[in-house]
């Protein structure tokens, strides 16, 4: 089980940065939108299903694109029996080797709820010919749940808020009083009921 969340974390984490894809943005999960985070509507914009046990969908406000929006909210569902922990925990596995390697840029935060539910906001960016092209402030939200055929689930319901090129430094400017309001909202926003089909629960 561990494998398979380590490999569907890998596919969340590639997924922040997804532009242009051919893939529908038909509702797979029960939550057609559209969506409110703060005083902004977002609207279902792409959908995917990775792997058998994961499925994503991303919303954006109206008339934003994949490859160019400012806010989006995604919901990433994982079927799985693997903690709220062990999927933060991987996630900062993740964000410690980008840091590492290759984004000066990264740093996070973590808190947990007295019910279980763990939230993880932390920045990324894309570096080109040393130049920051792409900063990218992040909250995820980390709940267990079941599914109305009893399978144990992940949620992660997560929000983005993007700047680019000459921008980048009045975001990161104003993100330093805006972040405890992004995470204050997160914190008072319901997650979505979803509902998907029957399908076998992956092997251990």
Same mark, same amino acid.
């Given at each position: #089980?561990?494998? @398979?969340?380590?490999?569907? %974390? ?10 242009? +894809? ?6 797979? =999960? !029960? ?6 985070? !703060? ?17 994503? $969908? ?10 160019? +929006?400012?806010?989006?909210?995604? /919901?990433?569902?994982? %079927?799985? @029996? ?15 080797? *980008? $840091?590492?390697? +290759? ?15 763990? #939230? ?7 570096? &080109? ?8 402030? @992040? =909250? ?8 109305? @055929?009893?399978?144990?689930?992940? /949620? %992660? ?11 980048? %430094? ?7 009083? &805006? *972040?405890?309001g992004y995470l204050n909202q997160m914190i008072l926003s319901e997650i979505p009921s979803v509902e998907i089909g029957i399908y076998p629960f992956p092997n251990e």
């Open positions: #089980m561990i494998r @398979n969340l380590q490999a569907t %974390i890998c596919l969340v984490i590639g997924l922040i940065f997804v532009s242009s +894809f051919a893939w529908a943005s038909s509702d797979r =999960i !029960g939550v057609a939108g559209p969506l409110t985070f !703060g005083k902004t509507a977002f609207e279902l914009a792409w959908s995917n299903q990775p792997s058998y046990q994961y499925y994503v $969908q991303k919303y954006l406000p109206k008339g934003e694109t994949l490859e160019d +929006f400012s806010q989006q909210l995604a /919901i990433h569902l994982v %079927i799985t @029996n693997a903690k709220p922990e062990a999927a933060v925990q991987e996630q900062i596995r993740y964000l410690d080797e *980008r $840091q590492d390697s +290759f984004d000066p840029v990264v740093n996070y935060a973590v808190s947990k709820s007295p019910d279980g539910e763990y #939230m993880l906001d932390f920045l990324v960016s894309e570096i &080109e010919d040393d130049c920051l092209t792409l900063v990218e402030f @992040n =909250i995820y939200r980390y709940k267990q749940i079941r599914l109305s @055929n009893n399978q144990p689930a992940l /949620i %992660i319901y997560t929000y983005s808020a993007r700047s680019y090129d000459d921008q980048i %430094i009045p975001f990161l400017e104003s993100l330093v009083s &805006e *972040r405890v």
